[in-house]
T-cell receptor
Framework: DAMVIQNPRYQVTQFGKPVTLSCSQT?????MYWYQQKSSQAPKLLFH???????NEADTPDNFQSRRPNTSFCFLDIRSPGLGDAAMYLC?????????????FGPGTRLTVT | GNSVTQMEGPVTLSEEAFLTINCTYT??????LFWYVQYPGEGLQLLLK?????DKGSNKGFEATYRKETTSFHLEKGSVQVSDSAVYFC???????????????FGAGTRLAVHP
């Protein structure tokens, strides 16, 4: 089945220690998104890639970076995690800007910062 | 601005009860509308969608109708099961010409708990 895969599902890192979360997709979608979701809240969009074009949301902290080496993979790098960065991180994809606009989500990576 | 408002939870129901979760939106243009479901510890799953006025989305016994006149997209199910316990998010999709993508605007989510 075509899907969005996130690894690892659970990640523990230390305060200030860089961490990378990964996402892969077999849907061959043009657009990949990263969201942050804190407990009992809606997901918050951090940034997205349209093919190789990177687009940052205006309020995304500089501490968060992303890489997309090819169509299938996208990475979220947190350069110096703080306690406030503990959250569920969701990757999503969509085909392109046309169509109904639905996004397909992965299972998420829960990040704990100690 | 563009926004989605959905009823606060938690919503607690007995099995086989009727479910309604209200959702209203404010948007410029003509957005697509979605309901996503999130089970504990999981990502979001697309439950149903509607892309234009009067469309009815349906899936797994859930239904929602895109009502342009009332700017609403209420989620309904005739008979809930314990396995429906989850958080439900209403969302609208805006086409962003700058960046060439569709941006999802989510409501705050409504937690549903169904008891046997």
């Amino acid at each position: 089945d075509a899907m969005v895969i996130q690894n690892p599902r659970y990640q523990v890192t230390q305060f200030g220690k860089p961490v990378t979360l990964s996402c892969s997709q077999t849907l061959n979608h043009n657009v990949m998104y990263w969201y942050q979701q804190k407990s009992s809240q809606a997901p918050k969009l951090l940034f997205h890639y349209y093919d190789k074009d990177f687009n940052n949301e205006a309020d995304t902290p500089d501490n968060f970076q992303s890489r997309r080496p090819n169509t299938s993979f996208c990475f979220l790098d947190i350069r110096s995690p703080g306690l406030g960065d503990a959250a569920m991180y969701l990757c999503a994809t969509s085909r392109d800007a046309t169509g109904g606009g639905e996004q397909y989500f992965g299972p998420g990576t829960r990040l704990t910062v100690t | 601005g563009n926004s989605v408002t959905q009823m606060e939870g938690p919503v607690t129901l007995s099995e086989e009860a009727f479910l309604t979760i209200n959702c209203t939106y404010t948007a410029t243009g003509y957005p697509s509308l979605f309901w996503y479901v999130q089970y504990p510890g999981e990502g979001l799953q697309l439950l149903l969608k509607a892309t234009k006025a009067d469309d009815k989305g349906s899936n797994k016994g859930f239904e929602a109708t895109y009502r342009k006149e009332t700017t609403s997209f209420h989620l309904e199910k005739g008979s809930v099961q314990v396995s429906d316990s989850a958080v439900y998010f209403c969302a609208l999709s805006l086409h962003m010409f700058s960046g060439g993508y569709n941006k999802l605007i989510f409501g705050a989510g409504t937690r549903l708990a169904v008891h046997p």
